[in-house]
């Protein structure tokens, strides 16, 4: 369960930017709202809106990128530099970037905290809060701090229990938990099972959608391949059933894995009846909409499936608004997300507001200086339970609007 994320000096965001999930006793009592086990309270939705270019992009890198520093990051060659970027105009770019997450395991609340260059991480540490007969105890885990005199890493490790031969092991490029799971590390391998329930569009370059129609169709490949292995027949029978309710006359689709002297080829066919006839569509053949569906429901469905964390750009692109509320309510009502599953989106869709309470509103805009700024809805003075966040936010009572 993410508690809230921060990021300074990340793409276009220059200063200090917080995304929070924790809301108070003010907030309604609706499905839309949950209490962990910690006792506290946070929100199964926070929704992203704002102009183009305005860094909706950017502060949803935060989730995808910290899984990649936690779980991937071992897999990338030594010598490789990190994939991050400061921001470029003025001193910025000769300073770090600073990453932060607050999440929630079995009531424990640790913080993850990073300061890094393309380089190397500066300093990484991890935090925890617990709580013990009503009293609230903070400790640290770990840290590591590179020290440039010596150009050797200061580690604390005590309360951590890293094996002897770890050290030796130890990257400037990779985190301590990515490092220490390949030692089979207990206490690394529950930090690193969190961090892979993120499920994600967003890449270091941006949305997915964004990049070639090549790699594009390698995505749904990939997507396609995952639907079509057994162990994922479940999440599959979910996507058909949503499927047919969103593409008139799609019943089911069917994948054959054939393999080949290199790798494998998938055979798709898409079932779509009309007037008791069926017929055999080629994937190809399905619209935008449906490749979209087929694409955003597998990352939907295992978060759903596994109590994860969903972060999804462009969320509505190809989509009719309707679907987009259907998919949103999934994460919403109780008997789709019995484990309280949270999504993080943006969108411009922007109807949907009036489905949103103003400690689920995020509004993003940049300043004079080119950086972005985030602020939850409920931050701005004035904003009343009761207002019709869709019509105030479109007159531009909120900001985050295009200036044209």
Same mark, same amino acid.
């Given at each position: 369960?993410?508690?809230?994320?921060?990021?300074?000096?990340?793409?276009?965001?220059?200063?200090?930017?917080?995304?929070?999930?924790?809301?108070?006793?003010?907030?309604?009592?609706?499905?839309?709202?949950?209490?962990?086990?910690?006792?506290?309270?946070?929100?199964?939705?926070?929704?992203?809106?704002?102009?183009?270019?305005?860094?909706?992009?950017?502060?949803?890198?935060?989730?995808?990128?910290?899984?990649?520093?936690?779980?991937?990051?071992?897999?990338?060659?030594?010598?490789?530099?990190?994939?991050?970027?400061?921001?470029?105009?003025?001193?910025? %770019? !000769? +300073?770090?970037?600073? /990453?932060?997450?607050? *999440?929630?395991?079995?009531? #424990?609340? @640790?913080?993850?905290?990073?300061?890094?260059?393309?380089?190397?991480?500066?300093?990484?540490?991890?935090?925890?809060?617990?709580?013990?007969?009503?009293?609230?105890?903070?400790?640290?885990?770990?840290?590591?701090?590179?020290?440039?005199?010596?150009?050797?890493?200061?580690?604390?490790?005590?309360?951590?229990?890293?094996?002897?031969?770890?050290?030796?092991?130890?990257?400037?490029?990779?985190?301590?938990?990515?490092?220490?799971?390949?030692?089979?590390?207990?206490?690394?391998?529950?930090?690193?099972?969190?961090?892979?329930?993120?499920?994600?569009?967003?890449?270091?370059?941006?949305?997915?959608?964004?990049?070639?129609?090549?790699?594009?169709?390698?995505?749904?490949?990939?997507?396609?391949?995952?639907?079509?292995?057994?162990?994922?027949?479940?999440? %599959? !029978? +979910?996507?058909?059933? /949503?499927?047919?309710? *969103?593409?008139?006359?799609? #019943?089911? @689709?069917?994948?054959?894995?054939?393999?080949?002297?290199?790798?494998?080829?998938?055979?798709?066919?898409?079932?779509?009846?009309?007037?008791?006839?069926?017929?055999?569509?080629?994937?190809?053949?399905?619209?935008?909409?449906?490749?979209?569906?087929?694409?955003?429901?597998?990352?939907?469905?295992?978060?759903?499936?596994?109590?994860?964390?969903?972060?999804?750009?462009?969320?509505?692109?190809?989509?009719?608004?309707?679907?987009?509320?259907?998919?949103?309510?999934?994460?919403?009502?109780?008997?789709?997300?019995?484990?309280?599953?949270?999504?993080?989106?943006?969108?411009?869709?922007?109807?949907?507001?009036?489905?949103?309470?103003?400690?689920?509103?995020?509004?993003?805009?940049?300043?004079?200086?080119?950086?972005?700024?985030?602020?939850?809805?409920?931050?701005?003075?004035?904003?009343?339970?009761?207002?019709?966040?869709?019509?105030?936010?479109?007159?531009?009572?909120?900001?985050?609007?295009?200036?044209?």
């Amino acid at each position: 369960m993410i508690h809230s994320f921060s990021c300074k000096n990340f793409y276009s965001f220059g200063d200090s930017t917080v995304v929070n999930f924790v809301v108070n006793d003010k907030a309604p009592s609706n499905y839309g709202y949950f209490l962990a086990p910690s006792g506290t309270r946070l929100s199964k939705i926070e929704t992203v809106i704002g102009p183009n270019a305005s860094g909706k992009t950017n502060i949803l890198k935060v989730l995808p990128f910290l899984k990649w520093l936690i779980v991937d990051s071992f897999n990338i060659s030594p010598s490789a530099t990190i994939p991050v970027k400061p921001f470029m105009f003025g001193d910025h %770019k !000769k +300073e770090p970037v600073e /990453l932060s997450a607050d *999440f929630e395991i079995n009531g #424990n609340i @640790f913080t993850y905290s990073y300061i890094l260059t393309e380089k190397r991480i500066i300093s990484e540490e991890l935090m925890v809060k617990n709580k013990s007969n009503q009293k609230l105890t903070s400790k640290k885990v770990f840290s590591r701090q590179w020290n440039s005199a010596s150009e050797k890493y200061e580690l604390d490790d005590k309360n951590f229990n890293l094996p002897k031969e770890f050290s030796n092991s130890l990257r400037p490029n990779a985190s301590v938990v990515s490092v220490a799971v390949r030692f089979n590390h207990k206490e690394s391998q529950e930090i690193l099972d969190y961090w892979q329930k993120v499920e994600t569009n967003v890449v270091e370059a941006g949305w997915l959608g964004d990049h070639l129609v090549a790699d594009s169709m390698r995505q749904l490949l990939g997507v396609l391949d995952f639907y079509s292995e057994s162990d994922n027949e479940k999440i %599959k !029978k +979910e996507a058909e059933k /949503l499927l047919s309710q *969103f593409d008139l006359g799609l #019943n089911s @689709f069917n994948i054959k894995k054939e393999k080949k002297e290199k790798g494998f080829s998938l055979n798709v066919k898409v079932v779509h009846s009309f007037s008791g006839r069926t017929e055999f569509l080629p994937m190809e053949y399905e619209s935008s909409g449906t490749k979209q569906l087929f694409i955003l429901l597998k990352s939907i469905l295992v978060a759903l499936s596994n109590g994860g964390v969903v972060v999804l750009d462009e969320f509505d692109v190809n989509l009719h608004p309707e679907i987009v509320s259907t998919l949103f309510d999934l994460f919403v009502q109780p008997d789709t997300n019995p484990k309280n599953a949270q999504l993080l989106f943006s969108t411009h869709s922007h109807r949907i507001l009036n489905s949103l309470d103003k400690y689920q509103i995020i509004l993003i805009e940049k300043n004079s200086e080119g950086k972005s700024e985030a602020w939850r809805l409920d931050d701005v003075t004035g904003v009343r339970a009761d207002d019709n966040y869709y019509s105030k936010y479109i007159a531009g009572a909120y900001g985050a609007i295009p200036k044209l």
